[in-house]
């Protein structure tokens, strides 16, 4: 299964861009004999002042445009579940081992996600009731996926 990233904004090299490639890294790494690979981060940009739902709307196009044919589609989006690591971890495994061959993780622009994605998602995650900002939501999305990885591999990186 490849795990897929799309996101809205692009991220400045520095810490946060480090960090991210760097859990992507450790994950492909490690997911690789576990039949879980990453791709690179996918970033996208609207340049037109648009607003409002006009916006969100189109930053859906944007994200729905980069989807691989055929991938499950998991929304970060504040109304979304809240898991803990375990289970997001066995969520991973239950779309691997049900033949899931592209997963898809999107991060929506400062105003979120419109209606239109939040109904094409196969599944809404929520990192909790705050607002983080989408630099954050990238690196503790990324942290999260490598940490499924490692339970799913019983590393100790993962520890209750």
């Given at each position: 299964?490849?795990?897929?990233?799309?996101?809205?904004?692009?991220?400045?090299?520095?810490?946060?861009?480090?960090?991210?490639?760097?859990?992507?890294?450790?994950?492909?790494?490690?997911?690789?004999?576990?039949?879980?690979?990453?791709?690179?981060?996918?970033?996208?940009?609207?340049?037109?002042?648009?607003?409002?739902?006009?916006?969100?709307?189109?930053?859906?196009?944007?994200?729905?445009?980069?989807?691989?044919?055929?991938?499950?589609?998991?929304?970060?989006?504040?109304?979304?579940?809240?898991?803990?690591?375990?289970?997001?971890?066995?969520?991973?495994?239950?779309?691997?081992?049900?033949?899931?061959?592209?997963?898809?993780?999107v991060?929506?622009?400062?105003?979120?996600?419109?209606?239109?994605?939040?109904?094409?998602?196969?599944?809404?995650?929520?990192?909790?009731?705050?607002?983080?900002?989408?630099?954050?939501?990238r690196?503790?999305?990324?942290?999260?996926?490598?940490?499924?990885?490692?339970i799913?591999?019983?590393?100790?990186?993962?520890?209750?």
């Amino acid at each position: 299964m490849r795990l897929h990233v799309l996101a809205i904004g692009r991220l400045r090299a520095g810490p946060e861009k480090d960090l991210c490639a760097d859990y992507m890294a450790r994950l492909d790494a490690l997911g690789r004999g576990l039949g879980i690979t990453a791709s690179p981060v996918q970033e996208f940009e609207e340049k037109k002042k648009l607003e409002g739902a006009a916006l969100k709307a189109r930053e859906g196009e944007l994200l729905l445009a980069g989807l691989p044919k055929g991938a499950t589609l998991v929304a970060l989006d504040e109304r979304g579940t809240q898991e803990g690591s375990e289970a997001f971890a066995a969520r991973m495994v239950h779309w691997r081992d049900g033949g899931v061959q592209d997963l898809a993780f999107v991060i929506g622009g400062a105003d979120g996600h419109g209606a239109s994605m939040r109904q094409r998602a196969d599944h809404l995650l929520a990192f909790g009731p705050m607002t983080w900002p989408h630099f954050m939501v990238r690196a503790m999305l990324a942290e999260q996926l490598y940490r499924a990885v490692t339970i799913v591999a019983g590393h100790p990186y993962h520890r209750v």
